[in-house]
């Protein structure tokens, strides 16, 4: 396979003449052009996107380059202060080589100059840094992947410069920095550089960078394929094309998930657009059919209504797109496809713009007030090179800002930073999150917390699957934590319809993650202006085993707790944790009830809105209302509630449940509103190996039934069942009557 791949890939470069980078007769090259140098000094009093974007550049590196030059000797982890100052280095050098380029004040020059000569006359010194964290350390940081950022950004810096510095100074630039620092990305750590990883995109990025700067064929030779460790011909199945067809589904979607989808995207577009102006014949934005055009539209469409990515995954819950990887992808993309002015919204958001030709297209057209809304949609996204591992799935209702979302992960593992979470479920109402995914357990850059890296509770909670809104078997996590096992299968997508705005259904099936035991949840949003004041969303898990097992369903909700219907004890003096281990350890159990009625329900508020989760419960199950929180010396996990609907010693058994988002309360005026929801009841009518069927009832009296198909998902299919004295017959895969 890895033949093959290499095959198509040497094909399509063949295809634009064996081309290699060209001599460069103008600098700059990479990512800003000598062209878009001149257009931009001619029109930036017109374009004010473009102009605060220049004037923010200018401040930043003003006020960075009173501190003059400072290359402090590495020894500092993520946070510390020459991790730190070496990171605001290459962000200043990048910054100082595009204000040269628009001043042509010789300051701006003589800084970029007097960096790299002070950085070429240490790196020479340099063995690996002193904090030995990482699985591949490096020099001037504690982990190869800053070096590689690093890298990425002083290319530019340089390329900015190179044709205005004497000769002596880009040989001794070139020969004690800027080589050597590609060569140990490259040739000297290959395990790292052809990893099909985020990291080894950074790599490929930096070195193919570094190679165009320097008009150095092999390093973009490297950047493109990898690193031969064998015979000088061998092909390794690696480099720039390889994960541009391994790391992204035919979806775009990217496999780790959307929080490092944005963090990979940033060197794949600037790669991308390096490649673009030096081999403009490779087409390489067409590369895989615009496989970087969709994973930017993925990405953005990978978010709630404020622009913050879910979560899922190794995830931090505060990044967005108005990350500086957004702006780049936002502006590089549409510059590429101007026909889609849905961008342009998200720039204008974003109020800024990078300077470079694609930053000035973006600004023009704004200028133009050609840009349309950003629509969110109901959108199902593959993973996989070939779009069959599973997948993502995001339904919502409403619109605009105000709109209820839900999404369920039915992906792959995501490699090393997925989580053991399959058929996991989030909802947002607007931009609130109302049931969670917790993400990363983890504070980047905050030397307080273990240096900024993953806490001991990444792996000891946020990891485990008690720690997502799924279903946990005899309170073991999914695979049994086992990567490599977890990665050698992905859930089965059953169904996505998102067509009809007053139903979409969502459905997938779970097979491997618990030996003996498969799993399919079915999700429904449904939306009926007559019984429903927002939205409610029908939640249906049906569990096949042929021996009995315990069975956990968290719902891991974010709000103030108000009511729940159970005579629940609740604990005040003495808290327990509520295991002691596979994330158990970190939850204290703040409260029991059992389940004496046929219907569990559990109310709180979110920023003036209610929530009503109603669980269908069966005689002998527990609630468990949990808080997190136990087992956490260091105080590193945030304090939230949970509730926990216990089912145990059971074989085959069917989870139903539906929350309803409704009501207000003003926080000025003080005036509440529909604070019961219109929902009262769900109850599954109807339950065999081909169909679930499940009631609603409402106050008005009124009732829907829901039934989906379990064996036959195909939307041609003839369907009849009988509940009681009620018939129903519908053609498809799900219906609603």
Known sequence: MRILNYIVILVFVLSASCSSPKNKKHQPSLILTA????????????????????????HEVNEDMKLGVNV?????????????????NYITMKGAGVLWQLTGELRYKDYVRDMLVAYAEMYPSLGFHPVQKSYAPGKLFWQSLNEAVWLVYTSQAYDCISGDLLEEERTLIESQLLIPFANFLSIETPKVFNRVHNHGVWAAAAVGMTGFAINNNEMVEHAYYGVSTGPKDEKVGAGFFTQLDQLFSPDGYYTEGPYYQRYALLPYMLFAQAIDNNQPELNIFEYREGILKKAVLATLQLTSTDGRFFPFNDALKSMSYMATELVHAVDIVYAVDPSNKELLSIAQEQDEVIICDAGLDVAKAINNNEAKAFKWQSLEFSDGPKGDQGAVGVLRSGSGKDEQCVIMKYASQ???????????IQLYDGANEILQDYGAARYVNVEYKHGGRYLPENKTW?????????????NNTQFDTNLKKATKTSSEPWIFNGDDVKLQVMSAKELNAYSGVEMQRTLALIQDEEEIEHSVVVDVIKVAASENHDYDLPYHYLGQFMDSNLDYKAEVDVKK??????????????????????????VWLNNG?????????KEGDQVLYTRLGANDPEFSLRNEPSVILRRKNTPSTTFSAAIEVHGSKHPVTEIVENLKSNLVKVTTVYDTKD???????????????????NQDNSMEGQHEIQCGDQQYKWQGAYALF
């Open 35 to 58: 062209g878009a140098v001149d257009q931009i000094k001619s029109e930036l009093n017109n374009l004010p996107i473009l102009q605060r974007s220049v004037s923010k550049l200018t």
């Open 691 to 709: 169909y679930t069927a499940v009631q609603l009832d409402f106050n008005s009296g009124h009732k829907k039934v829901f039934v989906i198909c």
């Open 462 to 474: 946020a990891k485990q699957t008690i720690a997502h809104n799924t279903l946990v078997v005899d």
């Open 414 to 424: 995501g490699m090393g930073h997925g989580h053991f979470d399959r058929l996991t």
């Open 609 to 617: 809105r209610f929530y009503t989760l109603i669980s269908e419960t």
């Open 577 to 602: 944790a509520l295991g002691q281990d596979n994330g158990y350890q970190h939850l204290w159990l703040d409260g029991e009830a059992s389940a004496t009625e046929d219907q569990s329900k559990v």
């Open 72 to 88: 402090p000797v590495p020894k500092d982890p993520a946070g510390g202060y020459t991790h730190n100052r070496h990171k605001q």
